[in-house]
């Protein structure tokens, strides 16, 4: 082969593999792919996208094609940002990271050109297919897709730790959970948001007057609401802890020609990883000591804090310690695997054990869901442990979104039912079908 043959078989081959890794748009494995009324033409990055949106029509054709464009848009999200940030992450799949993220990326949706409508009829109902074209910024998109694998790529973090020095001479000092004061919570947060985690400011949340310190020294007792909202404000973990810096023999560092002695201060503790998905694993606990040295009692304290944090090198990005190389260790040993298995406790009432089945099939066929194992089953409610590549949030928005649809919910045809969402916490979706 002559060497100008070798040189243009590259290039081909470069090109071939420089088209398959922008053109992600139509890629992925999501069952819904496979639904002739979710097909999707284009290519995101050539500028355009088009997509079929549907909904049933019950009384008015305006709500019906309001819903019909909303679930266009969905798809052209999962598709153009999900599918994406999924394949790249490894977190989740392109249909429940695109529920996610529905809320912060639908401004990809304007100016969309309805191109074919039609209605059909489907058992009892009559169902309003749209084609719409989105014309998508390429700009726009790489932008969005960069913020949100931010989001969606690592977990988003609350640090909840409790600090307290007790300096000579001057008796006990607390910082509390949401001080601005605290050194190692700070020192752990610029970190973590160097590392490109999401960083949930704790002030964020109403923590309902509850005894930090028995909370800090025992997570076992952190209570349950407040959980419950540091995971609706976007939490995906707790950093939990209480740490105490003590006094301890001076340092003399005297020679000749000066005479010093540096106040040496000891920082214990004990720091808690707590996922807040499902019902909640530790991930890690952490409780290696740290000494920290300066000329005063209060900055030898706050140095000890610090490094019990990060460590006592210039810049921990460059060499992590303290209990911020673990937390980033346990995160990105643990995380990709756990939101790609998340279990979930879905209760149900309202259906007989043959809708139920007719559900569960449902789900598997129709969602991400990957898994449905029965705790409990009787005429009138279920129990069931589901396990779903996301949050309890993005299950419980897909299933309130298709509560009117039967093409995804056949048990809505057969039991005449439609599901409600009661309750959505971490852990658990309520259910009643009425």
Avoid: H
């Amino acid at each position: 082969m002559s060497k100008s043959m070798r040189i243009s078989g590259l290039i081909t081959l470069l090109a071939a593999l420089s088209i398959s890794l922008f053109v992600y748009c139509s890629s992925g494995s999501s069952k819904k792919d496979s639904d002739d009324d979710k097909t999707v033409f284009g290519d995101c990055l050539d500028g355009k996208i088009t997509v079929r949106g549907e909904a049933p029509i019950y009384t008015s054709m305006d709500a019906a094609e309001g819903k019909a464009k909303e679930d266009a848009c969905r798809t052209a999200v999962e598709k153009c940002i999900g599918t994406q940030i999924a394949s790249s992450s490894g977190v989740g799949d392109g249909q429940s990271i695109g529920n996610e993220i529905f809320t912060k990326a639908n401004g990809m949706c304007r100016n969309g050109k309805i191109l074919e409508r039609n209605e059909y009829p489907f058992d009892t109902f009559k169902m309003l297919r749209l084609t719409i074209r989105y014309e998508v910024s390429e700009s726009e998109l790489k932008s969005q897709i960069d913020q949100m694998q931010k989001l969606a790529g690592n977990p988003k973090v609350m640090i909840l730790i409790r600090e307290e020095y007790n300096i000579a001479g001057q008796g006990k000092r607390v910082e509390s959970f949401t001080s601005r004061n605290a050194i190692a919570a700070a020192a752990l947060r610029d970190y973590l948001v160097r590392k490109d985690y999401t960083v949930i400011d704790a002030s964020s949340i109403s923590l309902g007057g509850m005894n930090e310190e028995v909370a800090a020294e025992n997570p076992s007792q952190f209570p349950e609401d407040v959980k419950e909202r540091a995971a609706k404000a976007g939490a995906d973990v707790l950093i939990i802890g209480s740490l105490e810096s003590n006094p301890q023999a001076s340092i003399d560092l005297s020679d000749e020609t000066m005479k010093l002695k540096m106040k040496s201060y000891k920082a214990t503790g004990n720091v808690t990883l707590m996922t807040l998905w499902g019902k909640g694993k530790v991930l890690g606990e952490f409780n290696t000591p740290m000494g920290g040295a300066q000329t005063t009692d209060l900055s030898a304290a706050q140095q000890s804090m610090k490094r019990y944090a990060v460590g006592s090198a210039p810049d921990p990005i460059k060499s992590p310690g303290g209990i911020a190389k673990e937390i980033n260790r346990r995160l990105s040993d643990q995380w990709s695997e756990l939101t790609k298995n998340n279990v979930i406790q879905i209760s149900i009432s309202g259906l007989n054990q043959k809708s139920a089945g007719m559900f569960r099939d449902d789900l598997k066929g129709k969602t991400s869901v990957r898994d449905v194992n029965p705790l409990s089953e009787s005429d009138g409610s279920q129990e069931w442990e589901v396990t779903y590549p996301g949050r309890s949030f993005a299950l419980a928005d897909t299933i309130s979104w298709n509560r009117d649809n039967p093409k995804i919910f056949q048990v809505i045809k057969e039991s005449g039912k439609k599901p409600t969402v009661l309750s959505v916490t971490r852990g658990e979706i309520k259910i009643r079908f009425d």
